[in-house]
Every structure is written in structure tokens, then in C-alpha cells.
């Protein structure tokens, strides 16, 4: 009756690590014990006994047998009771246990199986058949281990993987999956999932929808696919990054019924790739990008202004003395100072979008690089600029920036920087030049004394310079109202009456004395000056006439210029109504020229201003005709008073007959869209009648008057009458 006494050499269960297995039998019939052990060990079983369910317990816990046979019905505690508190054992769990019933007790044996046991066997007990029955067991316990264990090791490795299988049968919709599955895809322990369409749901937009195409599309042409999407890990909610493939699977059946196939975790390759290519393209210490990708960016950039024909400029800076903080403070402070020049220089740039001229400003964003180029060696690449004085006026504001104070730890520190800049294609055609070109600028900023700026080119640094005062001088002109008004009239052709007076802006610079309005009037719409100056010219033109009608002057219209920079960019509604409402001029004394380009540019917009502009009963009219592209019907369209016929079509009236023909073809067609035609530029009597033969209604010109300022012009008025009935008559 002891467990170590060797009967028999061979091996019962192969495989078991035990040679002689050992049997556990409870039973509280001793005759029932001897007779099954000694079946037992002539088979090659050792045999240990319990005559209760608490010995058995015990001796379980002492042996660690191999299997056990439990009889039922026991005193202290009872074979079923047993069964329940050995499968609780850790080594329990899977022990084969064999149970001894009374025949023909079926509740019993539910009850058995109900408590976790394997087999079962009725008295009387077959003594023949037992040693085979439990040898049967053990060998189908083992194949049970072994799948277990290789459940497991599945299971581990694909852990390990975060990798989870699944099946999805494509009759039913229904999914079976590994345990990674559910906790690659954060599935709660006892939430279920058990359709397709349930998985589905688990992936974020837009992911879904693409993954559901994929899948319909590769279902229907049973083809295998793999695809990449978003789910919301449950721990964290954090975004994870899954990678699922799919392949058709054939039932034995030979119909294609269901799909296999795998979901894997990548977000962590994901990451680590995105840090590999940080590492690779970033400068660590700033953040920036480093060389490598400011030529990457180069690269692009050079592409796309050869192909776009336009500029850009690179402006290469170092600071000045950096060493020196370096040495006197350590390198950390020197570091630290470095991660705030970076961030001064990003958000200068940033707010410099707007000097790539178009209204995309996120566009602009991506055009701009700033780069660290390592030691104390930054670079800035303005990937689209309008001209050169783009780039100094950037480099302006990164000097003054860059030059404020730093707290670094406990001291203030003060640096400047030196920067030289190159634009495309005036210093080079290729990366490598363009890069050398800002370089060699730099150098001579250095020498030429520190914290400034300079171009590569003389001639673009001297332009951008001109450009640049003339920018500050206009602007300083419009505060201190260096800018005044001067007169032109314009009279009726018939009568000779004077039909109004245009007003066009004059600008005496203190040094420069007058600058032409072709000069300045450009500068000041690309700089955004011209709302301002606009403004100004509105409320003074509408001012000025009040006070002549209030002397006594007989009404006329004055007209003002609006440029297409004050049409698009500010509220002209508004500024008109202040000028009409501080002047207390008459509205439909007030008329607006706008050239035709910019009517054509704006279109819809264009027409519902127009239509704000009359009804606020003012006129309108359209300045330099003739040299756009209205198309008649959209003539017809747009809610206008007067069309101004363009100078250069008056010019050469009496040698071109060309002219003649387009100057004739605009005052028939404004006479039928009831339009009022003005003839601008007339030098000459000959082209006043000429264009006096074709009916053309004003005229305005050299010939009539020049430009005046206020006393001027009212002295002309004096004598006008006379003059202009001259003109007149003179036909
Ligand atoms: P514009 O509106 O076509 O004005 C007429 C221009 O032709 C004026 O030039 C005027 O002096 C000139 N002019 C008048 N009669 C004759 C003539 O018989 N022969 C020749 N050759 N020229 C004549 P100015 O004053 O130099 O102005 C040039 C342009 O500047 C204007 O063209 C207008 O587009 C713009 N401008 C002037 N003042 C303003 C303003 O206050 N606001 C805006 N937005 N633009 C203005
Ligand atoms: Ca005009
Ligand atoms: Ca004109």
C-alpha cells in the first residue's frame, strides 16, 4: 500500500513523467481498496488510499498523484465535495478523476461531471476492466496537457507579438478570436464580441468606413487584404495603431467561406520609426530641423520656384559672441539659450507669413524653414517671397528679436545676430550655391560690423534699401500729412459745363520732393498702406468739396480712386459711409473709380459690393476701360454709372484707325447699356473732336486741365466758363 514499492518495470502511460503513476483511491470500503489495488499495481500503478473525502485531501496534497478514483458516498466529507475542493487545488485543476457511482444513479453522475470530474464508473466496480479505464485516462489527460500547453505558448507568443488571431465566417457574420485579439483591440474582460460587424465598430473614423470597403471588396473578389487603422486602447484611451491581414479560407466543402486572419499592435514600431526619423531629421538640443532637412526642404522649394517662376530667399544667421556665453556661463546655459533663440526665431517667421503675398496663410506656413544648422549657425529659408526687401524686413524683426534679453537660470543674458541672405535666382540656381551665396553675405555683415543684415547681391541689397526707407517714409507721410490733393476736372463735351473733378493723391517727400503716384500707390498696396491712404484720400476729397459747395461753388461730382487692395482687403462700405457722414457731403456727390481688372478679378463678391456701393447713392464708375476683358454680358451685370475709356486709346486716336474702332465699338455699346462714356488723357482739340464725332459724353485730359492743388484750382474755376466755351466753339 505504498507508493514506492517498484512492482513493475514497464512504462503504463508513456510519456507521463512518473514511470509507475500514482492512483489515489478514495473509498471508505476497505474491501472495495484492496481489491481495486491490487488490479492496479499488477498494471504498474503505485496505489495511495483515503477513506474520506478530507483524507483524500490530504493525501493529494502530500503525493501529488496522477489520478484519482472517488467514491461517492463517503462519512466526514463526501466524494463530491472532494472533487469540488481538489479542483480549487492549483495542482487540481486538471487531475483526471475518476467517480464511483451507484448503477443507474443519474443524478449522480450529473452531479459528478457538474463538480469537475472526468469519468465516471458504477458499482460493482469491474476489477478486470479499472487498471484499463484509468490507463485510457491518463493518456487522454496528457494529450489534454499538450494542448493546453501549446494553447499557452500560443497564447504567450502572441502576447509577446501583440499579435491576435481570428475567423470570421462569412454565412453567419460571425467571429471567433485568440485572447490578443481582444486585448489588442482593448475588448473589457466579459464584453462580447462576436460579429464582424461588432469588430467594426471598435475602429475610429475614417478608418471604419475604409477598412469596411476593403473588406466587402476582397470578400466578394475573394482576395486576401491587409489594412492599417485607429482603435481607442482601454486602459488609457490613448490611439493605437493596428495592422490587420486577412486571407479567403475554403470550407472543406470547397466553398470559399470563411476569412483568417491576424490584428497586430504596430504602434510602437510606428513610434519607434517616427523617432528614428526625428533622430535623423531634427536637431535635438532646439527642436529644429537640422541640415539634413533643411535640404531636403531646399530641394523642394528650388523645384518649386523654377517651376512657378518665383523667389525665395535664405537668410543665414550665426550669433554674435555666442562662445562667449558658452564659456562664462557652461554649456547648459548656452543650450538653454539656444532653445530660445530657436523659438523667437519660429514665431517671427510665423507672423511673417503674411510677406508670401497670397491669402493662404496656412499655405505660407509650410513655406517657411527655420533650421539649425549646428553650433550657433541658424537658417532661415523663406520658401516664397515677392521681392527682395521681403527677406530684410524679416531679417529686421529676427535682428530686433533675437536681440531682446534672455533669462538664462538667474542672469540676463544679451545677444545679436548677423545674418546674410540670398534670393533666388539672383545668387544662384542650385541649392549648394544658394546656401554658399548667404554665407558669403554673412560674412561680410560680420565684417562690415555686427548685428545687421546683408545681401548677397549689391544691387538687391541698395533696391531693398530704397524700397524699404521708401516703405517707411510713405508711412510716416500718411501721419504727418506730407500727402495732399490735387483736382483734375472734367467737362461735358456738349455744353462745355464742368461735369465733375477727380481727385488724385500728390506726395511731396521733404527729400526726394514729389514721388509719383505710379511710384508710390503700388508700394502702398502691397504693404497694406493703401486702407489707411484710402481712407485719407476718401474723407479729405469728400471734405474739400463740401467746403467749395458751402462757398458757394456750383455742385459738381468729385471723384475718388479705390484701389483693388481697399476692394478686397477692408470694409469700403464702411469707409465710405464715415467719409459721406463726417464731410456731410451729398452721397450722390461722391463717385468711385474702379478699373475694370479688378471687377473681372472679383466677380460675384465684386457685383454684391457694387450693388452696396449704389445703394448708398453714390456713383460709380469704371477707370481705364478698354484694357481688361469684360465680356458684354457681364457688362450688363454690373450696377454702374460711367466707363472711363482707357489713355491709351485717346492717345493715338487721330494716327490709328485700330483705336478709332475700339474707342467708337465702347461708346455704342455704353450708350445702349445707358452708360455715360468718359474720355480720359485728351491732350489735343484734335482728339476732343474726334472723340466729340462720336458722341462721347466728358472729357478729361491735359487739354481741359492739368492736375491742380486747392488755390489752383479754384482759380481755374474762376475762368473756366470762358476758357472751356473757347474749346468748345473752336470745333
Ligand atoms: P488714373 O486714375 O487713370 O488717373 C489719371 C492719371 O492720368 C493721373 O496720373 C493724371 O495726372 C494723368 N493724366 C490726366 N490727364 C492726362 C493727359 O491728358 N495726359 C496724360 N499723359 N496723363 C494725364 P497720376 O496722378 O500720376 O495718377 C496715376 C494713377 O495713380 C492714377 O491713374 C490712379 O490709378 C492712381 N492714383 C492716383 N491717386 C490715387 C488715389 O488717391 N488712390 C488710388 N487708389 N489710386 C490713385
Ligand atoms: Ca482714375
Ligand atoms: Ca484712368
Known sequence: ????????????????HRERPIVLHVDDDLASLM????????????????VDGQEAIDRFNEHEPDLIIMDAVMPVMDGFQAISAIRKLKLGAHVPILMITGLDDLDSITRAYDEGATDFLTKPINFFILPHRVQYMLRSKLTA???????????NAQRIARLGNWEWCLGSNELSWSREFGRVLGIEEGVSLETWTEFVEYIEEPDRSNVLLI???????????????????NSDGAQRRIRLEAEPYKHENGEWSYMLGTIQDITERINAQKQIHNLAYYDLVTGLPNRAQLTEQLRYTLKLSKRNSTKFAILFLDLDHFKQVNDTLGHDAGD?????????????????????????????????TVARLGGDEFVVLLGVINRAEDAARVAERIAQSISMPYDIGSSAVSVTTTIGISVYPADGDDTESMMKSADVAMYHAK?????GYQFYSRSIHEQALTRFSLEADLRVAIETEQLTLAFQPKIDMKTGRLAGVEALTRWNHPEKGAVSPSDFIPLAEETGLIIELGRWVLREACLQMQHWIEAGWPSMTIAVNCSSVQFTKSDIIEDINAAIA???????????ELTESLLLQDGEKGIQILSDMKALGIQVSIDDFGTGFSSLSYLKRLPVDKLKIDQSFVRDLEKDSGDAAIVTAIITLSHNLNLTVVAEGVETQEQFNI??????????????????????????????????????SGL
Not at 473588406?215 to 486602447?233: T, Y
Open 215 to 233: 473588406s466587402e471588396q476582397s470578400v466578394e473578389e475573394k482576395q486576401p487584404f491587409n489594412v492599417e487603422f485607429s482603435v481607442l486602447g
Open 336 to 368: 538653454d539659450l539656444l532653445k530660445q533663440v530657436a523659438k523667437r526665431l519660429t514665431s517671427v517667421v510665423r507672423q511673417s507669413d503674411m510677406i508670401s503675398g497670397g491669402d493662404d496663410d496656412d499655405d505660407a506656413d509650410s513655406q517657411h
Open 447 to 451: 565684417e562690415s560690423g555686427r548685428n
Open 35 to 50: 481489491m481495486a489495488e491490487g488490479a492496479l499495481e499488477d498494471s504498474g500503478f503505485d496505489v495511495i488510499h483515503a
Open 582 to 592: 463726417y464731410s456731410g457731403l451729398d452721397p450722390m456727390l461722391l463717385e468711385i
Open 145 to 155: 496537457d499538450a494542448l493546453r500547453s501549446s494553447q499557452s505558448k500560443l497564447d
Open 691 to 728: 472723340l466729340r464725332g462720336f458722341n462721347c459724353n466728358e472729357a478729361q485730359g491735359y487739354l481741359i486741365s492739368y492736375p491742380l492743388d486747392i488755390e489752383q484750382f479754384s482759380l481755374w474755376l474762376e475762368s473756366y466758363r470762358e476758357q472751356i466755351m473757347q474749346k468748345v
Open 1 to 16: 500500500m505504498t507508493a514506492n514499492s517498484p512492482q513493475s518495470m514497464q512504462m503504463v502511460v508513456p510519456g507521463l
